[in-house]
Structure formats: C-alpha cells, structure tokens
Nanobody, 126 residues
C-alpha cells in the first residue's frame, strides 16, 4: 500500500493564502524519511506540472518559476507529512494539486513523480 492523501484545497480570492497538507501512509510512510517529496498541479486541459519538491532531509528545496517567491514547501518527517504554503495566490494557480513521491529529474525543467495522491482542488478567484 502506497497512499498519499492531500488536504487543504479550497476557494480563495486572489492574494490569499492556503496551506496544503499531504499525509503519507502505508509504504509511503515507511519510506517517507528517506524519500524526496513534491507537489505537482494540473489545470483542466493542461499537462500536470511540477510545483515544488523537498529532499528527504528537508535540506534542499526546488521551486518552479511560478512558485518562486510565493510558495514554500515543508515537511514533518516525524508525522509523515508534507506541506505547501501558498501565498499571494493568483487565478492561474487554480488547479488540482497532487502530492507525489518517487521523484525523478529534480533540478531539471520537468521533474517527474511516480506515486500520487488523489489531489486537492485549489481555486483562486479574481
């Protein structure tokens, strides 16, 4: 069992903030402390795109260009949780946000994930 469960998405107005959470369970929890973790998002009709990632020990983070200066990724290894703090939200941030592990190609323009949660909807109104 590999399970990642996102929460925290909702409708907010532009300029607002959200904090997304991802809880790992099953095998995802068992290897959580040695796994890089990340967030991706997908808007309707668009490809799933990378948002941010964090190394297994939390010492290295990666941010996509749209996320830079606005988002921050964090993890709590004691509780098998991943977070995405989203500030200064824009309508173009509207998407389903997915928690992912089994990350590859971090540091490249198109990082990849292997295992995914079900996603949480973030909607930003103008």
């Amino acid at each position: 069992q590999i399970q990642l469960t996102e929460s925290g998405g909702r409708l907010v107005q532009a300029g607002g903030s959200l904090r997304l959470s991802c809880k790992a369970s099953g095998q995802a929890a068992q290897v959580f402390t040695t796994s890089n973790m990340g967030w991706f998002r997908q808007a309707p009709g668009k490809e799933r795109e990378f948002v941010s990632a964090i190394s297994w020990n939390g010492y290295t983070t990666w941010l996509s260009d749209p996320a830079k200066g606005r988002f921050a990724i964090e993890r709590d290894n004691d509780n098998y949780q991943l977070f995405l703090q989203m500030n200064s939200l824009r309508p173009e941030d509207t998407a389903v946000y997915y928690c992912a592990t089994g990350l590859q190609e971090l540091g490249t323009p198109r990082p990849r994930g292997t295992y995914w949660g079900q996603g949480t909807q973030v909607s930003v109104s103008s």
